[in-house]
């Protein structure tokens, strides 16, 4: 089985910056599509950001051009870099894995939360 566990949530103002990190338990960016969501409350799970196994990225129109997704592969440890943040992006993020090949699984972070606010 795949573990993900994430860190780097927490406060933050206004055009600020966060990264969150998402270290998993083994070497797996070249089985598994990584993701990150984020689910408000009284909202879907939307996708943010995402990036194959040979590392081409894909992001929601809301956050383009202030967010990165990247992938530290000797770490095993995937990243979203967060920036220019707005009170909108209030909510907890997930770190998701989706195996490559059948069967697909997916596995998920706890979703620490991320707070933007004066």
């Known amino acids: 089985q795949v573990q993900l566990v994430e860190s780097g949530g927490g406060l933050v103002q206004p055009g600020g910056s966060l990264r969150l990190s998402c270290a998993a338990s083994g070497s797996i960016f070249s089985r598994y599509f990584m993701a990150w969501y984020r689910q408000a409350p009284g909202k879907e799970r939307e996708s943010v950001a995402g990036?194959?196994?040979?590392?081409?990225?894909h992001y929601a129109d809301s956050v383009k051009g202030r967010f990165t997704i990247s992938r530290d592969v000797a770490k095993n440890t995937l990243y979203l870099q967060m920036n220019s943040l707005k009170p909108e992006a209030t909510a907890v993020y997930y770190c998701?894995?989706?195996?490559?090949?059948?069967?697909?699984?997916?596995?998920w972070g706890q979703g620490p939360q991320v707070t933007v606010s004066e």
């Open positions: 998701n894995a989706r195996s490559v090949f059948p069967p697909v699984f997916d596995y």
């Open positions: 990036a194959t196994t040979d590392g081409r990225t």
